[in-house]
């Protein structure tokens, strides 16, 4: 069993920044690849970045975001930059092993209970 928590959410404003953090439980972190996916209200839940070897990004954050790993404290990172009105979500940690389906919420076996980020216009 893994168990995640987020933190880093909040109110922002439009071009800002903000860097989630979720913490794993567990000593096995280091191998799970870990997701961060976001859903809108009224929207499905979507991918936004995923880290095991390398990184990947969906073209709506990439070149805006960033996504890192320390496994000494088991955590994942978000970095957001140039933050957008349509950023706003609920941002969730995800943790899997799978290989496929990396882009989806299948491709993840924990998750977390997501924290908020809103960015005003």
């Known amino acids: 069993q893994v168990q995640l928590v987020e933190s880093g959410g909040g109110l922002v404003q439009a071009g800002g920044s903000l860097r989630l953090s979720c913490v794993a439980s567990g000593r096995t972190f280091s191998r799970y690849r870990m997701g961060w996916f976001r859903q809108a209200p009224g929207k499905e839940r979507e991918f936004v970045a995923r880290?095991?070897?390398?990184?990947y990004y969906a073209d709506s954050v990439k070149g805006r975001c960033t996504i890192s790993r320390d496994n000494a404290k088991n955590t994942v990172y978000l970095q957001m930059n140039s933050l957008k009105p349509e950023d706003t979500a609920v941002y969730y940690c995800?943790?899997?092993?799978?290989?496929?389906?990396?882009?989806?919420?299948?491709?993840?076996?924990?998750w977390g209970q997501g924290t908020q980020v809103t960015v005003s216009s």
């Open positions: 995800a943790a899997g092993t799978a290989v496929v389906r990396i882009t989806t919420t299948a491709g993840y076996d924990y």
């Open positions: 880290i095991s070897s390398n990184t």
